[in-house]
């Protein structure tokens, strides 16, 4: 007979704050204490206890994990992708946990070994690959590692001839590194103490680190630092930005010594991104066009009256532009789908890529996707719901479509399932749509459990895309639902912005809305009803069922943002400032009002809540592990029922949890593993 342990209880220790006349009191204000002996204990004994919570669980989560392995084909090669005289791929191999990077000569010959990451996370508790950069002569490679989940990465530069290390570590390293033309010199950003990329540095092979020169150093604390090369190779691109605007700067990639120049000045809300083909930049801007339009000057006169190449339109929103030699690949929105408009550069003729299925995913991004400039070939990636992911090159000249590769999901039927697009009415009366994939002959009596994801912030887009770690909620006869809410942006800009600082409970009541709708429409009930989203989706997870907790079964809160009041009111915590744009500032006193009146931490309250499972990274610099730590303590102080609260903690590693592939779906098994013994779907021994 299985009995629940008693979980561990923080030390009530209050602490007051007063803010425009409201008064309010945090009890547990000091488990951000992160070197803290006591709180690292509790944290330590919230992980005992989850663990012992879910004990009886575990020959479940070893089925769940063995079926997770199963639908993967362990050892397996990402397609080949041209670039230069080599083919690029990774490689995975059976039980280990990282990939292998790869290349093959154009011309024939042997494998070569570029990276094995294996060998380099061995004695790591964490690892993740950062940037990853071959030389224009593709004779050096810059590349990256975090061992702690931090995203402050230290970087290296190989010999890919000898093998060598022959440059790093260089630390505190971001996501953006790029080479100048000559091979010898690197640009990278860092970080400051506020986990902000603010400056930018010019590196010569070889030399003292100490020496290098620092380029920019941005100050406004709202703007984040990043760094490009255009395809065609001519320019570096320095972006400065925060959610709402943005600035460029433009250096030539063979004059490294010279100064980056302005493309235009920052304008508050207005973004840009700047792309390059032969004697002409093309500029993507939201100018006067919200959905925004692509504007073109010529490289020679910066300052010249551009053409407008593709106009505003209402109903179609522009994601990104892809520039070749000869051709624009023009990724856009209509509907909720994304699409490709192909433009050929010389003459203007274009069309659009036509899909197979009615509800899908496409994007041209990935490892090694589209690394050539001088090609008709656009690679994409394409999935759906039921579809596994294929790589496809899609010949822009002659509009023909190859299959390179398809993911291989061993024992996978897509048969057996379908996919469908419904919609939900939003108390405002808007159309919330709904990505669903079941069973093909899943009734519509109620009488099947659904899982329902969200996420909906930052303009980010949740697609339908597959992913075969669903499949063992499949086949026991889950139905699967992202809502496509608003504060994402799923159906273009308007859609973000219809769901961010004043209008944010958009966001909430949207999902609240697609989970009324799923239940009156016999998709599920809510005693079937199991939620989850993570990041800016953990606040709305703990949204929602603070708003609503009659309506959800169970709740996975992934790395959580719902201390939304406190960590906004503090500028010292890592990323606060440029988060003003999305949240609101606490500093305005309508917007203060607008935060505390959904922030979860603050509107936990006496109730019924769900079963609950909180997780938390304890090094993540995105969201602070103690956000997830007091709200799953309160949640427990004020609950009026015996459904568990509880909060798993990374104690090495970051916002994304286990890095190892196989860890991560042990990770994944424990989840599912939660939700099932919480609807009491726990299989027979």
């Known amino acids: 007979m299985f009995t629940e342990p008693t979980p561990p209880v923080a030390a009530a220790r209050p602490r007051s704050t007063q803010v425009f006349g409201v008064e309010w009191t945090d009890d547990y204000y000091w488990l951000r204490e992160r070197e803290n002996p006591e709180v690292v204990a509790h944290i330590k004994a919230e992980n005992s206890y989850t663990a012992a919570s879910l004990q009886h669980t575990e020959p479940l989560q070893e089925r769940l994990y063995a079926e997770l392995v199963a639908c993967v084909k362990e050892t397996d090669q990402s397609a080949l992708s041209p670039d230069g005289a080599y083919l690029y791929y990774d490689r995975t191999v059976a039980g280990e946990q990282y990939l292998l990077h790869c290349r093959i000569p154009q011309a024939g010959g042997s494998e070569e070994l570029l990276i094995d990451e294996n060998e380099y996370a061995d004695s790591q508790p964490y690892f993740r690959m950062g940037v990853f950069k071959p030389s224009r002569d593709q004779q050096l490679l810059a590349f990256a590692m975090d061992t702690n989940g931090s995203e402050r990465f230290d970087l290296y530069v190989k010999d890919l001839t000898t093998g060598a290390l022959v440059d790093g570590p260089i630390h505190n390293v971001s996501y953006d590194v790029e080479w100048a033309a000559d091979g010898r010199t690197l640009f990278y950003a860092t970080y400051n103490d506020a986990w902000r ?140 789908l994304e699409q490709i408009r192909i433009i050929e550069l010389g003459s203007g003729a274009q069309h659009r890529v036509v899909f197979p299925e009615p509800v899908y995913s496409c994007n041209t991004w990935g490892p090694y996707a589209n ?127 219809s769901g961010k600082v004043l209008t944010k ?72 400032v440029g988060e003003y744009e999305e949240w609101g500032d606490p500093r305005i006193e309508e917007q203060f009002h607008y935060l505390r009146s959904y922030s979860p931490y603050d509107c936990t309250a006496p109730a019924h809540y769900p079963h609950i499972l909180a997780t938390a990274g304890y090094f993540d610099p995105r969201v602070q592990y103690w956000e997830p730590a007091k709200w799953v303590q309160k949640l427990r102080a004020v609950k009026t029922n015996s459904n568990r609260a509880l909060l798993k903690t990374e104690m090495v590693g970051g916002h994304a949890g286990p890095s190892g592939r196989y860890d991560y779906l042990r990770d994944i098994a424990f989840e599912y593993a939660f939700f099932l013994d919480a609807l009491g779907m726990v299989e027979e021994q």
């Open 197 to 336: 990329t603010s400056r930018l540095y010019r590196h010569t092979l070889g030399s003292d680190t100490a020496s290098d020169v620092l380029i920019f150093d941005e100050a406004d604390e709202s703007f984040d630092l990043s760094l490009s090369k255009t395809r065609s190779g001519a320019f570096l691109v320095l972006r400065l930005k925060s959610n709402i605007t943005s600035e460029e700067w433009l250096l030539p990639a063979d004059r490294p010594e010279a100064n980056f120049e302005l493309v235009a000045a920052r304008q508050h809300g207005v973004e840009y991104t700047t792309h390059h083909s032969g004697d002409f930049l093309y500029i993507q801007t939201n100018e006067h066009a919200q959905n925004f339009k692509v504007l073109r000057v010529p490289v020679a006169q910066r300052d010249a009256v551009p053409d407008e190449i593709i106009p505003h339109r209402a109903a179609i929103s522009i994601d990104t532009l892809e520039l070749f030699a000869e051709y624009m690949a023009v990724l856009e929105r209509e509907h909720g």
């Open 371 to 497: 690394l050539e400039y001088k090609t008709t070939t656009l690679r994409l990636s394409y999935s759906s719901l039921v579809t596994p992911q294929s790589t496809i090159d899609y010949n822009m000249a002659s509009r023909t479509w190859t299959v390179v590769k398809q993911l291989e999901v061993p024992g996978y039927d897509p048969a057996k399932y379908r996919c469908e697009r419904i919609y939900a009415t939003a108390p405002d009366g808007v159309q919330v749509p709904l990505s669903v994939v079941s069973s093909v002959d899943a009734p519509h009596d109620g009488s099947n459990p659904l899982f329902l994801y969200g996420y909906g912030s930052y303009g980010a887009t949740i697609d339908p895309e597959f992913s075969s770690r669903r499949i063992p909620l499949l086949e026991r006869g889950f139905t699967y639902v992202i809502a496509h809410i608003r504060g994402g942006g799923e159906m273009g800009r308007a859609w973000w912005e």
């Open 505 to 576: 409970r958009n966001t909430f009541t949207d999902f609240i809305a697609a989970a009324e709708h799923l239940i009156a429409q016999g998709y599920t009930t809510p005693d079937k009803l199991v939620i989850k989203g993570r990041s800016a989706g953990g606040l709305l997870m703990g949204a929602v069922t603070t708003m609503r907790p009659d309506l959800f079964r169970a709740v996975i809160a992934g790395v959580p943002f719902v201390d939304v009041v406190n960590t906004s009111l503090d500028p010292s915590v890592p990323l606060v």
